[in-house]
């Protein structure tokens, strides 16, 4: 992907704010004008911040799109509540993981969650 100068994005297509039963799903509206600001280039030359459990860079602006969506954790009214179930992922996905160490390098092992 580095040697093609590929991007890759994550498009919350989801849920956000809160927990299921809590947030609301993304308005699909959103979704499509992330994904056309990532195709068009949009989203090349803007501000980034890093995200402590996943290590993402969140966008800090994105075209037709309002600030307090992008960051997940700026969705939910309990920021404890957000970075506990971040955690929570964040284990999950560690202990789902070890099934594949095996046939991983250090690189691959290295992406992995940061919290």
């Not at 949009?42 to 800090?60: I, T």
Request: charged content about 25%.
């Amino acid at each position: 992907m580095r040697e093609a100068g590929v991007n890759v994005w994550l498009i919350n297509t989801g849920w956000t704010g809160g927990p299921y039963g809590v947030g609301s799903r993304m308005k699909l509206r959103y979704t499509r004008e992330m994904i056309t600001a990532a195709l068009n280039g949009e989203l090349d030359n803007v501000a980034f911040v890093k995200e402590p459990f996943f290590g993402l860079s969140v966008p800090q602006s994105c075209p037709n799109v309002p600030t307090e969506v992008l960051n997940p954790r700026d969705t939910w009214e309990s920021k404890e509540a957000y970075d506990e179930k971040a955690h929570e992922l964040a284990d999950n996905f560690r202990k789902n993981f070890t099934k594949f160490e095996e046939f991983s390098n250090y690189e691959i092992i290295a992406g992995g969650p940061l919290a």
